[in-house]
Protein backbone atom coordinates (compact mmCIF):
# COMPACT_ATOMS: atom_id res chain seq x y z
CA UNK A 1 0.00 0.00 0.00
CA UNK A 2 1.16 3.46 -1.02
CA UNK A 3 3.00 5.89 1.92
CA UNK A 4 3.20 8.47 -0.65
CA UNK A 5 0.79 10.73 -1.94
CA UNK A 6 -0.98 9.55 -5.34
CA UNK A 7 -3.83 10.32 -7.18
CA UNK A 8 -6.16 8.39 -10.03
CA UNK A 9 -8.22 9.41 -12.91
CA UNK A 10 -12.00 8.14 -13.55
CA UNK A 11 -12.05 6.90 -17.19
CA UNK A 12 -15.11 8.06 -18.89
CA UNK A 13 -17.53 7.01 -20.09
CA UNK A 14 -17.55 4.06 -17.27
CA UNK A 15 -16.36 6.34 -14.18
CA UNK A 16 -13.78 3.32 -13.80
CA UNK A 17 -10.79 4.26 -11.69
CA UNK A 18 -7.54 4.62 -13.12
CA UNK A 19 -6.48 2.45 -10.11
CA UNK A 20 -7.96 0.45 -7.63
CA UNK A 21 -7.56 -2.28 -5.55
CA UNK A 22 -10.61 -4.33 -4.82
CA UNK A 23 -13.59 -4.72 -6.92
CA UNK A 24 -16.75 -5.67 -5.27
CA UNK A 25 -19.70 -7.08 -7.20
CA UNK A 26 -23.40 -7.34 -5.91
CA UNK A 27 -25.86 -9.61 -7.70
CA UNK A 28 -29.25 -10.43 -6.77
CA UNK A 29 -28.36 -13.53 -4.97
CA UNK A 30 -26.39 -10.77 -2.69
CA UNK A 31 -30.15 -8.96 -1.50
CA UNK A 32 -31.97 -12.28 -0.14
CA UNK A 33 -34.72 -10.61 1.81
CA UNK A 34 -33.90 -7.05 1.28
CA UNK A 35 -36.89 -6.10 -1.31
CA UNK A 36 -40.00 -6.10 -0.21
CA UNK A 37 -41.90 -8.20 -2.43
CA UNK A 38 -40.45 -11.77 -2.51
CA UNK A 39 -42.63 -13.60 -5.31
CA UNK A 40 -40.90 -10.49 -7.60
CA UNK A 41 -37.22 -11.31 -6.08
CA UNK A 42 -37.43 -15.12 -6.62
CA UNK A 43 -39.47 -15.03 -9.94
CA UNK A 44 -35.80 -12.66 -10.99
CA UNK A 45 -33.26 -14.67 -9.64
CA UNK A 46 -34.74 -17.75 -11.63
CA UNK A 47 -34.40 -16.13 -14.32
CA UNK A 48 -30.91 -14.77 -14.28
CA UNK A 49 -28.49 -14.02 -11.07
CA UNK A 50 -28.56 -10.35 -12.26
CA UNK A 51 -25.28 -7.49 -11.38
CA UNK A 52 -26.71 -4.94 -9.66
CA UNK A 53 -24.14 -2.73 -7.76
CA UNK A 54 -20.58 -2.79 -8.21
CA UNK A 55 -17.69 -1.15 -6.22
CA UNK A 56 -14.18 0.14 -6.95
CA UNK A 57 -12.12 0.65 -3.77
CA UNK A 58 -8.47 2.05 -3.30
CA UNK A 59 -6.82 0.02 0.46
CA UNK A 60 -5.92 1.86 2.63
CA UNK A 61 -4.80 0.61 6.52
CA UNK A 62 -7.92 0.36 8.27
CA UNK A 63 -7.00 3.05 11.28
CA UNK A 64 -8.21 6.39 12.36
CA UNK A 65 -6.60 9.29 10.46
CA UNK A 66 -6.45 6.73 6.77
CA UNK A 67 -9.80 7.94 4.56
CA UNK A 68 -11.22 4.92 2.90
CA UNK A 69 -12.39 5.59 -0.63
CA UNK A 70 -13.16 4.95 -4.36
CA UNK A 71 -16.39 4.75 -6.72
CA UNK A 72 -20.25 3.08 -6.60
CA UNK A 73 -21.84 2.04 -9.62
CA UNK A 74 -25.49 1.48 -9.01
CA UNK A 75 -26.75 -0.18 -12.37
CA UNK A 76 -30.58 0.68 -13.10
CA UNK A 77 -33.51 -1.87 -12.54
CA UNK A 78 -36.19 -2.68 -10.46
CA UNK A 79 -37.41 -5.69 -8.24
CA UNK A 80 -41.30 -5.48 -8.45
CA UNK A 81 -41.55 -2.20 -8.05
CA UNK A 82 -38.46 -1.25 -5.95
CA UNK A 83 -35.57 0.11 -7.42
CA UNK A 84 -32.02 -1.75 -7.33
CA UNK A 85 -29.85 -0.43 -4.32
CA UNK A 86 -27.41 -0.98 -2.14
CA UNK A 87 -27.57 -3.85 0.81
CA UNK A 88 -27.06 -0.63 3.14
CA UNK A 89 -25.18 -0.52 6.13
CA UNK A 90 -24.26 0.86 9.90
CA UNK A 91 -20.27 1.80 10.41
CA UNK A 92 -19.23 -0.72 12.89
CA UNK A 93 -17.46 2.19 14.28
CA UNK A 94 -20.84 3.96 14.49
CA UNK A 95 -19.89 7.72 15.35
CA UNK A 96 -17.88 7.63 11.68
CA UNK A 97 -19.09 9.60 8.91
CA UNK A 98 -19.06 9.75 4.93
CA UNK A 99 -19.46 11.96 2.16
CA UNK A 100 -20.63 10.87 -1.07
CA UNK A 101 -20.30 13.29 -4.49
CA UNK A 102 -22.68 12.24 -7.21
CA UNK A 103 -20.84 12.17 -10.79
CA UNK A 104 -23.58 10.77 -12.65
CA UNK A 105 -27.11 9.43 -12.92
CA UNK A 106 -30.16 9.93 -10.15
CA UNK A 107 -31.43 8.64 -6.89
CA UNK A 108 -31.84 8.95 -3.32
CA UNK A 109 -29.82 7.68 -0.15
CA UNK A 110 -31.87 6.45 2.54
CA UNK A 111 -30.79 6.75 6.01
CA UNK A 112 -31.44 6.43 9.25
CA UNK A 113 -30.34 5.91 12.95
CA UNK A 114 -30.47 3.82 15.96
CA UNK A 115 -33.02 5.77 17.40
CA UNK A 116 -35.36 5.69 14.43
CA UNK A 117 -34.91 9.08 12.92
CA UNK A 118 -34.78 8.72 9.15
CA UNK A 119 -33.90 11.06 6.27
CA UNK A 120 -33.96 10.57 2.15
CA UNK A 121 -31.92 13.02 0.50
CA UNK A 122 -31.63 13.20 -3.37
CA UNK A 123 -28.73 12.15 -5.29
CA UNK A 124 -28.39 13.95 -8.53
CA UNK A 125 -24.80 14.63 -10.45
CA UNK A 126 -22.82 17.43 -9.47
CA UNK A 127 -24.20 16.98 -5.74
CA UNK A 128 -22.31 16.30 -2.50
CA UNK A 129 -23.86 14.41 0.71
CA UNK A 130 -22.61 14.70 3.93
CA UNK A 131 -23.58 11.11 5.98
CA UNK A 132 -23.17 12.05 9.42
CA UNK A 133 -21.80 9.74 12.38
CA UNK A 134 -24.54 7.04 13.19
CA UNK A 135 -26.76 7.35 10.29
CA UNK A 136 -27.00 4.39 7.80
CA UNK A 137 -26.98 4.70 4.49
CA UNK A 138 -28.27 3.13 1.24
CA UNK A 139 -28.27 4.42 -2.31
CA UNK A 140 -31.04 3.34 -4.59
CA UNK A 141 -31.24 4.59 -8.07
CA UNK A 142 -34.06 5.76 -9.75
CA UNK A 143 -33.21 6.05 -13.39
CA UNK A 144 -34.84 3.36 -15.81
CA UNK A 145 -31.32 3.49 -18.11
CA UNK A 146 -28.59 5.16 -16.20
CA UNK A 147 -26.04 3.72 -13.63
CA UNK A 148 -25.87 6.20 -10.41
CA UNK A 149 -22.29 6.82 -9.61
CA UNK A 150 -20.82 8.26 -6.86
CA UNK A 151 -17.65 8.86 -5.34
CA UNK A 152 -17.48 8.25 -1.44
CA UNK A 153 -14.76 8.38 1.36
CA UNK A 154 -14.72 7.30 5.25
CA UNK A 155 -12.36 7.03 8.14
CA UNK A 156 -10.41 3.83 7.35
CA UNK A 157 -11.22 2.34 11.13
CA UNK A 158 -15.42 2.64 10.05
CA UNK A 159 -16.20 -1.13 8.94
CA UNK A 160 -19.04 -2.08 7.98
CA UNK A 161 -21.78 -3.36 9.88
CA UNK A 162 -24.91 -5.28 7.65
CA UNK A 163 -26.57 -7.34 10.15
CA UNK A 164 -28.45 -4.45 11.53
CA UNK A 165 -29.70 -3.48 8.38
CA UNK A 166 -30.46 -7.62 7.36
CA UNK A 167 -32.61 -7.89 10.02
CA UNK A 168 -34.73 -5.19 9.97
CA UNK A 169 -34.87 -3.07 6.82
CA UNK A 170 -34.55 0.39 6.37
CA UNK A 171 -37.28 2.47 7.41
CA UNK A 172 -38.48 3.94 3.83
CA UNK A 173 -38.41 2.28 0.48
CA UNK A 174 -37.97 3.76 -3.00
CA UNK A 175 -40.13 2.33 -5.11
CA UNK A 176 -42.01 3.56 -8.46
CA UNK A 177 -45.25 4.50 -8.74
CA UNK A 178 -47.17 6.28 -12.03
CA UNK A 179 -43.67 5.93 -13.58
CA UNK A 180 -41.75 8.16 -10.90
CA UNK A 181 -40.10 7.23 -7.60
CA UNK A 182 -41.94 7.56 -4.40
CA UNK A 183 -40.53 7.46 -0.93
CA UNK A 184 -43.13 5.00 1.47
CA UNK A 185 -42.59 3.68 4.44
CA UNK A 186 -41.95 0.01 5.09
CA UNK A 187 -44.18 -1.90 6.41
CA UNK A 188 -41.80 -4.87 7.29
CA UNK A 189 -39.19 -2.23 9.30
CA UNK A 190 -39.02 -2.91 13.19
CA UNK A 191 -37.34 -0.13 15.09
CA UNK A 192 -33.77 -1.07 15.84
CA UNK A 193 -32.60 -2.09 19.90
CA UNK A 194 -31.01 0.88 21.12
CA UNK A 195 -27.21 0.10 21.36
O1 LIG B 1 -18.94 2.60 2.40
C1 LIG B 1 -19.93 2.91 1.76
O2 LIG B 1 -20.93 3.38 2.28
C2 LIG B 1 -19.95 2.62 0.25
O3 LIG B 1 -18.70 2.48 -0.25
C3 LIG B 1 -20.72 1.32 0.09
O4 LIG B 1 -19.94 0.29 0.63
C4 LIG B 1 -21.13 1.03 -1.32
O5 LIG B 1 -21.97 2.03 -1.78
C5 LIG B 1 -21.85 -0.31 -1.40
O6 LIG B 1 -22.87 -0.41 -0.46
P1 LIG B 1 -22.92 -1.59 0.62
O7 LIG B 1 -21.60 -1.61 1.31
O8 LIG B 1 -24.04 -1.23 1.53
O9 LIG B 1 -23.16 -2.87 -0.13
NI1 LIG C 1 -20.61 3.48 4.55
Same mark, same amino acid.
Given at each position: ???????????????????????????????????????????????????? @?? +?? =????????? $?? *???? !? %??????????????????????????????????? @?? +?? =????????? $?? *???? !? %???????????????????????????????????????????????? $??????? %?????????????
Amino acid at each position: MKKEPFSFDLTTPGFIPSHYDNHIQRKLSNMKGQYLNHEAYEAMLSEKDLLL @YQ +VY =ELERPQIEG $EL *LHGI !S %IVHPGKVGNEFFMTKGHYHTVIDTAEIYYTLKGQG @YM +VM =ETPEGDCAV $EE *LKAG !S %ILYVPPRWAHRSVNTSSEENLVMFFAYPGNAGHDYGTIETQGFRKLVV $EKDGKPE %IVDNPRWALPEVG
